[in-house]
């Protein structure tokens, strides 16, 4: 074998390894990165803080309409327990009392800011897939889709995971109700009403030698420096 075919297997047999290698790198990188870090406080926060981090980055209309959909359902599932504990009130702990109050206040105040930021909103395909999981929450309901009863108290229509799960239908019934209604609401507001053709029409005109205080008077709404321009051409 000449040198140049020496030369060009070795070359070749040290591309494939380096390529060889780094393939091998970045599976490693992968799986790495792939499994979870930290224990078991780390898997239970994280979906929280990724949830988080997802809201910060939706536009601003889309955050106020998850804000009315997620007050929505805090304050249902509150009601629920409300109703379905209210012969039992006086038997339950303080701290309850105090974190059912602080849920459905800060659920109200959530329903308050993202009814009010989704004004004006037409959304068809949002409020379409919010009916979808408005009746998807309602067959399960309907079809009476509970845990397996062998789970014992949280298994079955008639234990705590039944009544629970319960609760969690209507309420995600309830949030998609009010997806829906945030993504029509433009449909139902009221169109502004033209402007007559016979409206004088008037602009504020600011004066070569007008001075500063009348600049702002007649931006003001003042009547400095105010022309009447019905009859003017532009």
Not at 37 to 54: K, Q, Y
Not at 171 to 185: G, Q
Request: charged share 15%.
């Amino acid at each position: 074998m000449s040198a140049n075919g020496i030369w060009n297997g070795s070359r070749w047999g040290n591309s494939n390894n380096r390529e060889a290698a780094r393939l091998s790198d970045t599976n490693a990188r992968m799986s790495y990165s792939n499994q979870p870090e930290g224990g078991l406080l780390t898997m239970l926060v994280r979906p929280v803080t990724d949830s988080i981090r997802e809201h910060a980055a939706l536009p601003p209309l889309q955050k106020n309409i998850k804000r009315a959909a997620s007050g929505t359902t805090m304050v249902s599932f509150c009601a629920y327990l409300a109703l379905g504990t209210a012969g039992a009130w006086d038997k339950l702990p303080p701290l309850f009392l105090v974190g059912w109050a602080a849920c459905t206040g800060f659920g109200l105040l959530w329903i308050a800011v993202g009814v009010h930021g989704s004004r004006g909103t037409v959304d068809i395909m949002g409020a379409f897939w919010a009916v979808v999981a408005g009746v998807g929450f309602g067959c399960l309901l309907v079809w009476r889709v509970y845990l397996p009863a062998d789970w014992g108290v949280w298994g079955g229509s008639n234990s705590l995971g039944g009544f629970l799960l319960r609760g969690m239908y209507l309420s995600a019934m309830a949030s998609s109700a009010m997806r829906c209604w945030c993504n029509l609401r433009g449909l139902f507001s009221a169109l502004p009403s033209p402007i007559p053709k016979d409206m004088p029409r008037r602009r504020l005109v600011q004066a070569g030698d007008a001075s500063e205080a009348d600049t702002l008077r007649a931006l003001r709404g003042g009547k400095a420096n105010q022309v009447d321009l019905d009859d003017m051409d532009f």
